[in-house]
């Protein structure tokens, strides 16, 4: 019901925009996260946006470098990611909440299936 796309190779310093794409149902009600996981490692927050788009959360790690938009209209969140470094290489996921602008990845019901991102040194 969630779809990630967008991701890929990039050189540090280069901009990707990663698209999560809904089917099935509206998200238009839910607060929708990206979170992203690397090898080894656990799955981490990075950004929120509550279901109306007026208020954003962003992980210390990508704030300033990393802006999550949604278009209720197409039900589809974005993340536009600039200024990548080799440390945010991971398979990034977007999820839908109920809750507001929360945290945790387990506060989200819905997730995608996820898209690489891979950043180059």
């Known amino acids: 019901q969630l779809q990630a796309s967008g991701g890929g190779l990039v050189q540090a310093g280069g901009s990707l925009r990663l698209s999560c794409a809904a089917s099935?149902?509206?998200?238009?009600?839910?607060?929708m996260g990206w979170f992203r996981q690397a090898p080894g490692k656990e799955r981490e927050f990075v950004a929120t946006?509550?279901?109306?788009?007026?208020?954003?959360v962003y992980a210390d790690s990508v704030k300033g470098r990393f802006t999550i938009s949604r278009d209720n209209a197409k039900n589809t969140v974005y993340l536009q990611m600039n200024s990548l470094k080799p440390e945010d290489t991971a398979v990034y996921y977007c999820?839908?909440?109920?809750?507001?602008?929360?945290?945790?990845?387990?506060?989200?019901?819905?997730w995608g299936q996820g898209t690489q991102v891979t950043v180059s040194s």
């Open positions: 946006i509550s279901w109306k788009g007026y208020s954003t």
């Open positions: 999820a839908a909440s109920i809750g507001t602008l929360v945290l945790s990845l387990y506060d989200y019901e819905y």
């Open positions: 099935g149902r509206t998200f238009s009600s839910y607060d």
